[in-house]
């Protein structure tokens, strides 16, 4: 089974500038996460959609990130403009409606560096 | 108070070694808790999940105390590869697939020789 896919891996911008971050969830997974993890502390939920709506967006900073998943498949996450505050790694997750239902699959993240 | 909560720590145990730990939380109604496992510059994975009162799966034991509103990880004979940053996670309120899941920051255990 394929899974969790993300990209690209690494992203170097500079303030003000504006970057994209793609995610393919595994196949039939309806619900779909974006965290951002800083270095040192947990993953923080930045967006969860259930199919192609949005279940909570409460800690997604509006001004500046959005999110979309249009076709309830895959997903894009977006920072216009960009903060030095923002250097993360942007994980995506998936989430099946069968099996564990705590357990999240999560792709290998994309590293964003600011400067 | 924090959704979740860990004591970051570091942990530095011997190898053999038993440690264990914890995790508070704030949502009285949550129903199920999970440990997931973090490698250095890797993605979480899925450790356990902790139902009811408890689970157990090898040397690893995660406990839930409804009471004081806490879950706990316990390692017993820590091995070298045990060395990770170990999240809880929580609450899952509703008990569904499409719950809300937030990540406590993350308890950092080195495993030495």
């Known amino acids: 089974e394929a899974g969790v896919a993300q990209s690209p891996r690494y992203k170097i911008i500079e303030k003000r500038q504006s970057v994209a971050f793609w995610c393919n969830p595994i196949?039939?997974?309806?619900?779909l996460y974006w965290y951002q993890q800083i270095l040192g502390q947990g993953p923080k939920l930045l967006i969860q959609f259930q199919n192609n709506g949005v279940v909570d967006d409460s800690q997604l900073p509006k001004d500046r990130f959005s999110a979309e998943r249009l076709k309830g498949v895959d997903s894009t996450l977006k920072i216009q403009p960009a903060k030095l505050e923002d250097s993360a790694v942007y994980l995506c997750?998936?989430?099946?409606?069968?099996?564990?239902?705590?357990?999240?699959?999560f792709g290998e993240g994309s590293r964003l560096t600011v400067l | 108070r924090k959704e979740v909560e860990q004591d970051p720590g570091p942990f530095n145990v011997p190898e053999g070694a038993t440690v264990a730990f914890n995790c508070t939380y704030s949502?009285?109604?949550?129903?199920?808790f999970f440990w997931y496992r973090q490698d250095c510059r890797k993605e979480p994975k899925l450790l356990m999940s902790v139902y009811s009162s408890g689970n157990e799966d090898g040397r690893f034991t995660a406990q839930l105390n409804r009471a004081s509103q806490y879950i706990s990880l316990l390692i017993r004979d820590s091995k070298l590869s045990d060395s990770a940053t170990y999240l809880c996670?929580?609450?899952?309120?509703?008990?569904?697939?499409?719950?809300?899941?937030?990540f406590g920051q993350g308890t950092i255990l080195t495993v030495h020789p």
């Open positions: 997750a998936s989430r099946g409606t069968s099996g564990a239902t705590g357990e999240l699959f």
């Open positions: 949502n009285s109604a949550s129903q199920s």
């Open positions: 996670v929580g609450p899952n309120a509703g008990g569904t697939s499409y719950g809300k899941l937030t």
């Open positions: 196949s039939g997974h309806a619900t």
